[in-house]
């Protein structure tokens, strides 16, 4: 049972416009979302998050979305930069329970930006 | 936030032998993780690495394959063991520093092959 799904396994966009990167979980029982930002041979590196009780959290390029009612989160980079291109991981953490402080992450999309 | 050195970066080994692959922080953490990310899959957690005591393994994992050791709050181990072919993965291990969002750090990765 995938709780935190990210449905696009790639993304293609142009430099200088907005990338979109999408999540949708099925467990109400997360307290954080995260993104990660992952190249290969590297571990994965933290980008943004955004708490359960916000709909919006912005950084600079980079702004991730929530949408509780439909369980779906989104990451807008704009604009974006072949810097960017890599594997990109949603991540959410328990709030609670026996669980409490783990991550779980959906399959990732790989962005890749085009000059 | 912390560094996670962990190694080795990558390993070819022969079916039935073990690999134990190493994690030291620079600093204190409350929770250790290790992860495993098989090809063009998600990061899946093994367990949960406790100061002084067991760890805690996730559904599907189990200590005689993947036992773990964790002797102080900077240091970690995992043990990959009697490999098999369908072993080859990254594994990752990742530390969570302290309160928030932020305090999750990962380790480059060990890139497993068994042959």
């Known amino acids: 049972d995938q709780q935190v799904k990210q449905n696009s396994p790639s993304l293609s966009v142009q430099e200088g416009r907005i990338s979109i990167l999408n999540c949708d979980y099925t467990n109400s029982m997360f307290d954080y979302f995260l993104w990660y930002k992952k190249y290969p041979a590297e571990g994965p590196t933290f980008l943004i998050s955004?708490?359960?009780?916000?709909d919006k959290n912005e950084d600079g390029r980079f702004t991730v979305f929530l949408n509780k009612s439909a369980k779906h989160l989104s990451l807008h980079i704009v604009p974006s930069q072949p810097g960017d291109s890599a594997v990109y991981f949603c991540?959410?953490?328990?709030?609670?329970?026996?669980?409490?402080?783990?991550?779980?992450f959906g399959q990732g999309t790989i962005l890749t930006v085009h000059p | 936030s912390a560094v996670i050195s962990q190694k080795p970066s990558r390993d070819i080994c022969q079916r039935g032998t073990s690999l134990t692959i190493q994690c030291q922080v620079d600093?204190?953490?409350?929770?250790m993780f290790w992860y495993r990310q098989q090809p063009g899959q998600s990061l899946t957690l093994i367990a949960t690495?406790?100061?002084?005591?067991?760890?805690?393994?996730e559904s599907g994992f189990v200590i005689d394959k993947f036992p773990i050791s964790r002797p102080n709050l900077t240091f970690s181990t995992l043990t990959v063991s009697n490999m098999s072919p369908e072993d080859s993965s990254i594994y990752l291990c990742s530390g969570r520093t302290g309160q928030g969002q932020y305090g999750y750090t990962f380790g480059s990765g060990t890139r497993l092959t068994v042959v």
């Open positions: 991540a959410a953490r328990a709030a609670g329970g026996t669980s409490y402080g783990k991550l779980t």
């Open positions: 690495a406790n100061q002084g005591s067991e760890a805690t393994y």
């Open positions: 955004i708490s359960s009780i916000k």
């Open positions: 600093s204190q953490v409350t929770m």
